[in-house]
């Protein structure tokens, strides 16, 4: 009795080391996520509860009964009254830990009555948000620069962990997560909102969160989903409503603003400057900076003739994918201005040099009518 | 049950195959590789089942090298993420249908038939057929490694639409490769099923087969419900692939999530094809070491045959993610926790068979009791996996991938170990070198736990599976975790060794090999001579 006494403190004693070192389960910052954390702490001492019986047992045994030290076999092999306990007793176990675990997951899926929706899509290899009913939609992409990857320089503190722009939601408020897929399955996953659902294209998934607490919170995808299934994380920065309210309102304004550089008439060199970072962020992974591309899946567009001798196969193709290929189709993910530079881009760089300015308003037709 | 044939006609039919065996072409035929090509002999079939077994053991457990070597640390060093995706999808397809599957299939060829007393398997052709099916499909699923696109890369799992839409073009082969080797799990496992039901030594119940031969013919029976249904799906994987079909196309109307239920329905029973057989090795070794008779046999069979038909009703807690609705988290949740009860009575009828028995520690005996110890903690991990809310966050992370390399590493892999260990006497005549044993032994154990003890911490961190990189905070439980892996992997070839060595000579060993051994198979010669129990044996089913 004493010892287990002993070892169920040292284990306690450790078990606050082992939180403050990040080897457990995060607690999080919403109710759901606390009570989650709070079965899996039942569940882990239970099962090192029945360890300690199990192991002690049979190491007992082990050592009680050994050749070496004289023992003698017995001959019983039956006995219905200790089969029929530790068939019930386990049971029992089972029951009680059923019951908290129900109501759990009742709470976690009652999606009713949310202060906000936000639509989650995942494409390979981004996430796209939007905010439903607000006109406010981005695309979150990984920050991590290629070259510390690849080891050629320093790794950042949220290295594989950051994006260009988190979600950004308020604090204390319900959110229910919308989720869909446009290609693959993906997984939206941030372990301190203890919210993990998949992302099925054809489907829409629903989850919900309400944080209580404003700050940063990192994740990833969880399902594979390709080849760079590590490098699409998930960033959520969670700020007080006023605050959120003025982001939103900010966002608006700047969707305003970028809608009227749809009509101006835009310069080659323009062009090719936003063109240059749209492709870096969304096109690169597959088409390879360089415009090499990895056939056969991904085909080269340096030096692509067909993509060059017509321009609108070329619009074409951006803009609604190809069917049953890896090419997603780009109309709601990019708006017109960045649609126009990052196909100027692509007719213009790596020796391939049509001269071509492809202008927005060109785009903005074809994309306003589907 | 109707299993007990009547001695006399039982008896008379052996006969009649005997005396048909002595005077067959089996002792002049043919010779060097015919021999092996055209063998009807179970116990040769065996030794080919089981040496396909090893090789693809070392080469799945080559790419899980490639696996460890570029997650030794962050960053991307050795591989592109498109090949460590293959990587991990030929590693774990290898070792699931080439390494384990064939590896029970072999022990099966082998022991069945001298445990039971039969003179060989019920269809010795439809055996031979039956291996012979998968070095064509392995070398066919290998081969995808050299085509345009590369290999499979879409997981063991094959989730739809990654594994058709956006597939790489050999995944017809990667579809053909996996009918072959269903076909042959099929006919191997009618084959097991017609051997126990028949070919019982007279005077021989269900209930005095060794436990062995009870879990291989439950397996059987899970093998023959669910690998049609892996046969149907990979159908409309390639329908949808080249026929135009929307089975698992959303835009065409399908279902994504239809492919996961129809995947999990065939996948549950056979991770427990994987296991059971396990079970059924260790309850006869134990016995034997402890030198006392198994603690509640007829418990062994009743819950063994619980937890195959439990394994019909848990499949969707693969899916707690995918957007199941409330009622069916909650049906999955329960039914899963219970496979726990019955798991719970083996472990606790094997420790109380130790319990004032006689024991002693002969290298099949340590890898049984290891087989206890850490399949137990897979076990503990897999109930805390069953608990729905919590699985949300453990799903699709490291956690998972220790768990279930808990149940089949030291689980099932190590009950092979343990088998081949506790067998070899009797298959070449000779003990296995003993101090090599103990080192291959140690050195596993240590590898083994150091592999898989830290992917514990990492996913509960959150560190997500089958990624090629990952973020700073799991650097030193990915670098343990590799060490442990290369030193599992390179202690490997210590069990080539004494698997060779022992083939070669060695110490002598008596028919009855094992001082505490008792059923049928240590009542013939060792080696086995090619033909053994041709005339039924005399069978006094005192044992249990």
Redesign the interface.
Known sequence: MRLVWTVGLVSAGLSSKVLAN?????VGVTDVSR??HS??MI??WI?VA??VV??G??FY??FR????RG?????????TT??IV??VV??LI?VA??IP??A???K??DTSEADLDVMITGQ?WRWRYSYLGEEVAFTSNLATPRS????KSA?S?????EVDEPLVLPVGQKVRLLMTSD???H?W?V?DL?????A????V??NWVRINEPGIYR?????????????MPVVVKAVEPPEFESWLAQRKEAAAQAALGVDREWALEELMTRGEQVYATICASCHMPDGQG?P??FPALAGNQTMLDDADYHIETVINGV????MPAFRSTLNAVELAAVITYERNAWGNDTGEAIQPARIAELIDSP | MASHLPTGSSASQQQSGAAEMTSDTHHSGPTGLMRWLLTTNHKEIGTLYLLFSLAMFFIGGLFAMVVRAELFQPGLQLVQPEFFNQMTTMHGLIMVFGAVMPAFVGLANWMVPLQIGAPDMALPRLNNFSFWLLPVAFTMLLATLVMPGGAPNFGWTFYAPLSTTYAPPSTTFFIFSLHLAGISSILGAINIIATILNLRAPGMRMMDMPLFVWTWLITAFLLIAVMPVLAGVITMMLLDIHFGTSFFNAAGGGDPVLFQHLFWFFGHPEVYIMILPAFGIVSVIIPTFARKRLFGYASMVYATASIAILSFLVWAHHMFVVGLPLTAELFFMYSTMLISVPTGVKVFNWITTLFRGSLTFEPPMLFALAFVVLFTIGGFSGLMLAISPADFQYHDTYFVVAHFHYVLVPGAVFAIMAAVYYWLPKWTGHYPHLRLSQWHFWLSVVGVNLTFFPMHFAGLAGMPRRIPDYSLQFADFNMITSIGGFLFGLSQLLFVLVVVLCVRGGRKAPAQAWEGAEDLEWTVPSPAPLHTFETPPDFTPYRH
């Not at chain 1, 009964?65 to 070496?68: D, I, L, V």
């Not at chain 1, 023992?71 to 006995?79: K, L, P, Y």
């Not at chain 1, 994740?219 to 490098?231: I, M, S, T, V």
């Open positions: 990040q080897w457990n389960m995060p009570e989650i079965l899996h569940i882990f099962c029945i360890g199990v192991f047992a049979l045994s082990l009964y050994r050749r070496s023992a003698r076999a017995s001959n019983f092999h039956e006995h200790l089969e530790w068939t386990p049971l089972l830990m059923a675990a129900t759990t997951l009742k976690m899926y390979q510390q990857v690849e080891g790794k503190e949220n290295y594989l962990l290609d693959v399955i997984s996953w372990p203890a919210v993990k659902q998949d099925v294209p054809g489907f998934n629903e994740g990833q995808c969880a399902e594979l989903c390709g080849k760079d299934h590590a490098f990895s056969p899946a069917s049953g290929s890896a």
